[in-house]
């Protein structure tokens, strides 16, 4: 039995793909693991790519980009079927450093209440990159040096324990691109396990090397995701903050970047009317 799956979600990032995938295979040889990979309707030769240069890997393939937690989920449900203990969602563009993996199995196993664990996220210069909000003395989006219990960790690399998954369900797919991991650990929480962050697990992440277009779709699921999960978690008077939250936060762009005004107005429009649409936000 592989008592870890780890679980790659793709979408046109080939080139750093690859590197993810060779990294773990050098450093991780004789480390027992399955190793998935959802294709998100990738159109630059990801998946033939996969079948030939790294045919043990499970392939998932979706005719379509179905976002972060979309993908993951379709990852998540074909794992459940296997024996694995603990499933670790990893972004392809990332590398795993050594010991990275046996930091975050041990934490695990020495620990049974941990139902989610973070990683140590490092800029390519190995510099500390936003990972988690400790639960004691919060500073938010820091990067521990030691190992502790949390709020928050980043979905980039995130181990979840198979008991918690089964009980708090898979990710919320109304989350496209950003928020999923909060929810997700919010949920944990609430159901009594602890999530916490594992400082020996260190691991390359290349998130902020992004295009213009990339950015922009990130500011604005970035805000939508903000009016839905203050919403679900924290009804009315939740939403009431975010919306007055990201409409500073957007006037503020707005003057800051006046070349990008429209599109600033344009997510500020969208994020406060996002929950107006829905009956119900899970629709």
Known sequence: MKKLAVLIVNHNTKKMLNDCLLSIGEK?????FSLWVVDNGSKDESV???KKEHPSVNLIESPENLGFAGGNNLGLKEILKSEAQYILLLNSDTLLQQGALEALVRAMDENERIGILGGKLLNPDLSPQPSCVPLRFPRPYSSPEKDC???????????IRRETLQEI????????????????????RKAGWK?????????????????RMMRDRTIEARHLGRQHFYKKHYGSVGLFYARAQSSVELLAAMFREPEKKAFYRNVLQESLAFHSKRKNPHD
């Open 195 to 211: 999530v916490a962050f594992a400082s020996k697990a260190r691991v390359i992440h290349f998130g902020a090397q992004t295009g």
């Open 149 to 159: 219990e949390a709020v928050w960790v980043s979905g980039a690399c995130l181990l």
């Open 169 to 188: 369900g898979l990710l919320d797919e109304i989350f496209f691109y950003t928020g999923e991991d909060f929810d997700w650990g919010l949920r944990a």
């Open 28 to 32: 991780y040889e004789n480390f027992d």
């Open 48 to 50: 033939a790519l996969l």
